[in-house]
């Protein structure tokens, strides 16, 4: 099925899937930090295996890329602190501006997401996302 043929959200199997994994992607980014990433984690293992092509590549996308995501801010900011102490003044300047940058990044990439499940696509997050599951290259 091509994208241009689809009507309705019941024209693609697992619509509504894929467009409440990425939306609860953005919840947990933007107003609901870690109950909305619980609520993800529930559904992805519940969901994940059985799920048609669309709604499990949206599922493994939006809860591989925060985990990595968690990862590298730890690990950066660990980092940051490290080097510039904690009581520097340029400490906390370029941490509150990597943050800033990083979780700016992320919210736009999560907006793209959203946008390609409504739109009954398959999407995968740069560098950090998994590979498509297979019938996925047909909805792309």
């Known amino acids: 099925m091509q994208p241009s043929e689809i009507n309705s959200d019941t024209d693609v199997p697992g619509f509504s899937l894929a467009v409440a994994a990425e939306g609860l992607y953005l919840l947990n980014l933007l107003l609901l930090p870690g109950a909305a990433f619980l609520i993800l984690l529930l ?3 519940l969901k994940v295996d059985k799920a048609p092509p669309l709604a499990a590549a949206h599922l493994s996308q939006t809860m591989n890329a925060p985990l990595w995501a968690g990862v590298l801010l730890i690990l950066v900011v660990g980092l940051i602190l490290l080097l510039g102490g904690f009581d520097g003044p340029w400490t906390w300047v370029v941490l ?3 943050f800033t940058i990083c979780h700016a990044s992320l919210v736009i990439l999560g907006i793209l997401g959203l946008a390609q499940a409504m739109a009954g696509r398959c999407w995968r997050y740069p ?4 590979t498509l599951p297979d019938g996925c290259h047909a909805l792309r």
């Open 43 to 45: 559904l992805y293992f």
């Open 127 to 130: 560098l950090v996302g998994k």
């Open 96 to 98: 509150i501006t990597y």
